[in-house]
């Protein structure tokens, strides 16, 4: 099993920056890819929307068009742990995060997986105000 844990939401500025963590811990060593997918307020979980992955072994990248620049994702293996910088946030980024890994998928195919991911962590919010 592997536990996923995010950090690093919280309320900010149109404009502004910031940069979420997400933590695995657990059976790591098995994961191809880790992403992050993010639900609007008030939006089911089926409408939770694809935001960027990366795989594990050589730190290929894939995006949602929609975010891709503005959004970067990287990953430091040695702490087990992905990052996502968010850059020119826009109210239209105000969401909860959420941190998901599989073991085969690779970065685009996470794009589509959003019931097929092994993994998943409780998400953090990221509010944006005007």
């Known amino acids: 099993q592997v536990q996923l844990v995010e950090s690093g939401g919280g309320m900010v500025q149109a404009g502004d920056s910031l940069r979420l963590a997400c933590a695995a811990s657990g059976r790591t060593s098995n994961l191809y890819s880790m992403g992050w997918f993010r639900q609007a307020p008030e939006k089911a979980r089926e409408d939770r929307e694809f935001?960027?992955?990366?795989?594990?072994?050589?730190?290929?990248?894939y995006y949602e068009d929609s975010v891709k620049d503005r959004f970067t994702i990287y990953k430091d293996n040695a702490k087990n742990t992905v990052y996502l910088q968010i850059d020119m946030l826009e109210l239209e980024d105000t969401a909860v995060y959420y941190c998901?890994?599989?073991?085969?998928?690779?970065?685009?195919?996470?794009?589509?997986?959003?019931?097929?991911?092994?993994?998943w962590g409780k998400g953090t919010l990221v509010t944006v105000s005007s």
């Open positions: 998901t890994a599989d073991d085969y998928l690779r970065p685009r195919e996470v794009s589509g997986a959003l019931n097929g991911m092994d993994y």
């Open positions: 935001v960027a992955a990366i795989a594990l072994s050589d730190g290929s990248t």
